[in-house]
């Protein structure tokens, strides 16, 4: 089982899915990824899950971002889940799931907890960059759904993070105040930060959040 790593290099895969046949990296392009993985078709808490995340497109397109989901059954019993999906969220299914009857993309990536489950997947999330590194790894038990608010959160902070010298301070969310990074020094932050900043201790500096 693979054990991937915050700045490992994202595994490109071909699979097959219910878009059709991809190539990873190709669906990405340029933005970023959210991969994430469901125990198995037809169980009640990937179906909430599922249509959630179809609830939020307009969310993960404004972040330039591409979902896509996985499940080690085969695509005949997706295009039918898809369907239950549909009817049962009230949502239009537009991102693909990819179908890992051979689990190649499971063992890639290191969705098989066999102290959990030996053949299903456990709930997993990647967050991968426009350059293929994975920036972020959740790992939730089978019988927990995912909150895609916290999933999205996490992609402002690393978008922002990405390009600006700060940092996200606890239960930050977009449009509040972050933390100077502490490589800046006080000089250069007066430059990069013209609203100015707040030293509440020298290792801890407040700032709005930049522009971006």
Not at 38 to 57: F, I, K, M, R, W
Not at 91 to 103: Q, R
Request: hydrophobic residues 30%; charged residues 30%; glycine residues 4%.
């Amino acid at each position: 089982m693979s054990e991937l790593r915050l700045g490992d290099t994202a595994p490109n895969f071909d699979a097959e899915t219910t878009k059709g046949k991809l190539n990873f990296y190709d669906y990405l392009g340029d933005s970023w990824g959210v991969l994430f993985s469901h125990p198995s078709d037809y169980t009640p808490v990937c179906t909430t899950e599922l249509g959630t995340v179809a609830n939020y497109q307009s969310e993960f397109d404004k972040r330039n971002t591409k979902v896509i989901a996985l499940s080690v059954d085969d695509l005949e019993s997706h295009k039918g889940w898809v369907k239950d999906i549909e009817e049962t969220q009230n949502v239009k299914l537009n991102y693909p799931i990819i179908a890992d009857e051979d689990k190649n993309v499971s063992s890639l990536y290191g969705m098989i907890h066999p102290n959990e489950d030996n053949k299903a997947t456990v709930r997993s999330v990647f967050i991968i960059s426009p350059d293929k590194k994975v920036k972020l790894t959740i790992t939730y038990p089978p019988s927990t759904g995912r909150n895609f608010e916290e999933i999205l959160r996490v992609i402002d902070s690393l978008q922002l993070t990405a390009y600006k010298k700060v940092a996200t301070p606890a239960n930050w969310k977009k449009g509040e105040d972050v933390v100077i990074s502490p490589s800046v020094s006080n000089e250069e932050a007066e430059k990069l930060f013209p609203k100015g900043f707040k030293e509440v201790k020298p290792y801890l500096r407040m700032t709005s959040q930049p522009e971006d």
